[in-house]
């Protein structure tokens, strides 16, 4: 069974984890040493390099784990992690659990030795129960009444909790995997388009609550005013320099300028630029070139599934990697809002890391089981035959 696990996919799993490592050895030595002098009074330049290096050892950890496990048992467990999951995300609102600290949003919960980002976890759970979901309707997608509305009560339940944290990345990551793996179970595309507009309507306003949030907004819809650029926009302003100071060649790693308390949250969501400024643009297309491999063979492995609910799963997955991949950079180059989302495997962030790890040992899980036969099979089985797993 070992012998079809897809090695390439493991292989640029494992590469660009690494890789993330030596980035944010690179780009946090400055912020390590603040927070590690503010902190303990002892200023250290690895803080967030030996944090990460947990981070990746429990991840490694949790895929392996993952990709032992029969990816349909998941089927079974699906609802109770689903749920699981929304309750995780009430209990950032409970004073008890928040983490020490202020915070502009409430995105983390603490659970005695450690704390979690409910929204990363509940990416992958939402996949998980949409899979089954969505296959036991398979023949009642495309209807309003049993298909739509269901699936919409879903996507509001999903998506509105996150955005009272409010969590503006996860929410749209979470309604873009949602709306694509309604789309290729059979959904109605206008029916898709009404369940996204509702979404935007009752999501968006419950996150523009925030000034913050509103700032972010402002800034991307007016970079090129001066007091909105050394204000609210200078993040993404900072992100530009790093971006066209790299050129074609880069700096130099480790030589990036605006590490240096330039660039605000650069080993988090902003580590694209710092790359861009230490590697050049064409060191950067090796980086996205085994992205899109990475996204090839995802959709490749759920193309091949053997069964309906590993073609679903396999689906949800890629497209959560390849969907905050996509926002990530965007923001990056100022071509959406500031999110906060991470660079998949990349950037620092203990949830977002062990829950795509997690992600990626599933998708290697449905590679071993994985044949050409098994996907004719599956895509010529009469609908409403009953799936048995085992």
Do not use: C
């Not at 069974?1 to 292989?11: A, H, K, P, W, Y």
């Amino acid at each position: 069974m070992f012998r079809r696990i897809d090695l390439l996919l493991l292989g640029i799993t494992i590469v660009l984890t690494l890789f993330g490592l030596a980035m944010i050895a690179s780009v946090s030595v400055f912020e390590s040493y603040q927070i590690t002098q503010r902190l303990y009074d002892i200023p250290s330049n690895s803080f967030y390099l030996w944090r990460s290096f947990m981070h990746v050892s429990v991840g490694i950890v949790a895929m392996l784990v993952m990709m032992a496990i029969p990816y349909w048992l998941w089927a079974k467990y699906a609802r109770l992690l689903f749920l699981l999951s929304l309750l995780l995300l009430a209990l950032v609102f409970i004073p008890a659990f928040q983490p020490s600290g202020s915070q502009t949003s409430h995105s983390w919960v603490s659970l005695g030795f450690f704390t979690l980002q409910p929204s990363e976890l509940l990416k992958l759970t939402l996949i998980f129960y949409l899979s089954v979901w969505l296959q036991k309707r398979e023949q009642l997608i495309g209807t309003f009444k049993e298909g739509f509305l269901p699936f919409a009560t879903l996507l509001v339940l999903s998506t509105v909790i996150v955005a009272l944290q409010p969590d503006l990345g996860s929410f749209f990551v979470i309604a873009g995997i949602s709306s694509v793996m309604f789309f290729i179970a059979g959904g109605n595309v206008f029916h898709l388009l009404l369940g996204g507009g509702l979404a935007g309507i009752l999501g968006l306003p419950i996150i523009l609550n925030k000034e913050y949030i509103r700032d972010r907004f402002i800034a991307f819809l007016r970079p090129t005013d001066p007091s909105i650029a050394e204000s609210i926009g200078f993040q993404i302003k900072q992100a530009l320099i790093a971006i066209g100071s790299g050129g074609f060649f880069g700096v130099g790693y480790g030589k990036s300028i605006q590490k240096f308390g330039y660039l605000p949250e650069v080993q988090a969501d902003m580590i694209f630029s710092a790359m861009a400024e230490e590697l050049g643009f064409f060191r950067l297309l090796i980086v996205l070139m085994m992205y899109t491999i990475l996204v090839w063979r995802g959709y490749k492995i759920a193309q091949e599934a053997p069964d309906r609910f590993g073609f679903l799963m396999a689906t949800g997955i890629t497209t959560w990697i390849a969907f905050q991949t996509l926002v990530n950079i965007a923001v990056n180059l100022s071509l959406f809002p500031l999110t906060g989302l991470t660079l998949p495997f990349i950037s620092y962030g203990g949830s977002s890391l062990l829950s795509l790890l997690a992600g990626i040992g599933i998708l290697l899980n449905i590679s071993m089981h994985s044949t050409q036969e098994a996907s004719l099979a599956r895509r010529t089985k009469p609908k409403g035959l009953k799936k048995v797993f085992g």
